[in-house]
């Protein structure tokens, strides 16, 4: 039931946003939700967990995630939309990383029985945000696939957790989640989360999307704006309020 409702819970944000055109009012609500909720995340449950496995270690991964993308930019102007396609490519590899852990969690466990819940609370979180991110600059069809495979690592990270692939491999749910490369890895993707988000192309009044290379036919001397551009503010407070409280329920079920 718990794997359902995981699998639902990623797809609930897509469905709910294809039924709404794009819009700047909208898409100032979910910056602002999509910022705080996914950042909210970070900082109070998964840098607190990568801290106590790495300690410092942790900083300049995130750092490099989340800058990286910015000296390639600011190096190599024209790279500028390809270092945001990068980032973005490597952030959903580690969602899909991210995905296997999500599908080890949900197993029930009697020692952390909110623990499972939690996990298909902040997938409705992920689901929306993914869609928010990629459906833009990559389309509707190659976003499908992003959810495809990330519902196939919900899969196989439920299938480890289970027991179901252990018996072949001679493996331990606790050793897969708690390899070291995975800390570092998840260090990285977490800044680069963050940069993908900020830096996310921003939408015109007219609902159009307007990325670096854009600005730049129009406006040579364009600096980053990208997704901070705010137009409407009572709905980005009002995007701001709902991922608090959002996080704030999450937090305490963890």
Known sequence: MLLILSILAILVGPIALSWFPHS??????????????????????????LWQQIGWQLLPFALLGFWGPSLIESSFRK??????????????????????????????????AMVPYAVVLHRLVVGLSIWWLVEPIWGKFRTYSVFALLILATLIGYGFGSGIFFDSVNLEPHKVSNAVWLDYFQALIAGTLL??????PHIDEDGHHHDHSHALEHD???K???????????????????????????????
Do not use: M, W, Y
């Open 24 to 49: 700047r009012r909208l898409d100032n609500f979910l910056f602002s939700f999509v910022l705080i909720s996914i950042g909210g995340i970070l900082l109070l449950d998964i840098f607190p967990a």
């Open 79 to 112: 790279a500028a939309d390809k270092a945001h396609k990068l980032a973005l490519a490597l952030g959903i590899l580690g969602l899909a990383l991210h995905s296997i852990l999500d599908g080890l969690a949900i197993i029930e466990d009697q020692h952390n």
């Open 195 to 200: 940069h993908v988000i900020i830096h996310r």
């Open 220 to 222: 040579p001397s364009h």
């Open 224 to 254: 980053h704006s990208h997704g901070i551009v705010i137009k409407h503010k009572s709905l980005f407070v009002t995007g701001a309020i709902c991922a608090l409280l959002l996080i704030s329920f999450l937090h305490q079920l963890h």
